[in-house]
């Protein structure tokens, strides 16, 4: 009944399942309980010939337990969950990263920058954004000389915390991975840390499950969840074969990375890794 779901490959995604699984049976199981007793007590009370209707002014002790139980039950589920949403939204539950970039929302194009051979993320600020340098880098940081950017791809490292630090360009965007069950909107003027991880090697989408204007359907990304040695492969590519990439102009289209720039077609092409399976 649950096959629709996209197949989990994330901790907090399997968490998020099993409390989505215990809801969907619970409200399965009072949906059927409700509707028996509504065909059982329109069959009993049918009208008939000779019977006369009577007022029924109500039950204290029916009405207390109508009310109370679904409390308790409201409140089970709140306290059954309250430590999976800390785990996925409080910034003080975030976990120490294996590995930490910069995301940045812009309509319609998601931007991505890594840490470079020095493997530390240069400082920013956004008192230093400009149109060419959208992540508001601290020039003076040395740290940040080697990092560099990609647009609509990105790589991670499968088995690793990940540690997102999320933002946005303009308006409000939603960094959406429905196979790790990770959701958190991008808010102009604000770094929100998101941690994740990935289980399994493959393709993934990311969409904007934000409506953010007339381009909002085609404001997709691609993420690469690679085999460690596959990352530090690709890492090294990024850092030793190029310059380090200047901050993104305003409106780029480009990918960074080598290969086609259109999300719908490294999606279908999958990857040359022979160890990565495409997700569907």
């Known amino acids: 009944m649950l096959d629709y779901l996209p197949e989990v490959v994330s901790t907090v995604g399997i968490a998020h ?7 969907y049976y619970i409200t399965a199981i009072i949906f059927v309980l409700v509707n028996v007793l509504m065909v059982y007590f329109l069959i009993k009370y049918r009208r008939r010939e000779g019977r ?9 002790p029916v009405e207390f337990t109508w009310t109370l139980l679904p409390t308790l039950l409201f409140a089970g589920l709140g306290f059954y ?12 539950r975030v976990p120490k990263p294996d590995i930490e970039i910069d ?8 931007h991505f920058r890594y840490p470079g051979a020095d493997g530390v993320l240069g400082k920013k600020d956004f008192k230093f954004r400009t149109a060419t340098n959208l992540f508001g880098m601290d020039p003076s940081d040395p740290y940040g000389k080697d990092d560099f950017i990609t647009t609509t791809h990105f790589n991670l490292p499968v088995n690793k915390t990940v540690v997102v630090h999320l933002s946005s360009v303009d308006v409000l965007h939603s960094f959406f991975l429905p196979h ?20 399994k090697t493959g393709v993934y989408e990311l969409v904007c499950a934000e409506l953010c204007g007339s381009g909002h359907y085609s404001m997709r990304g691609v993420l690469h969840m690679q085999s460690q040695t596959d990352f530090d492969k690709w890492m090294n590519e990024q850092t030793k074969s190029k ?3 200047p901050p993104v102009a305003e409106g780029a289209a480009a990918s960074t990375e080598s290969g086609t720039g259109d999300p719908a077609a490294t999606m279908g092409a999958g990857t040359a890794n022979s160890d990565t399976s495409v997700a569907q």
């Open 17 to 23: 399942d099993h409390l989505f699984v215990l809801v």
């Open 52 to 60: 006369k209707a009577y007022h029924f002014h109500g039950s204290m």
């Open 81 to 92: 969950s309250d430590d999976l949403w800390a785990d996925m939204k409080y910034q003080n």
């Open 103 to 110: 995301v940045l929302g812009q309509t319609f194009l998601w």
């Open 180 to 199: 790790f069950r990770v959701k958190q909107d991008a808010v102009p003027g604000m770094w929100i840390n998101v941690p994740f991880d990935g289980l």
């Open 243 to 245: 310059t380090p990439a």
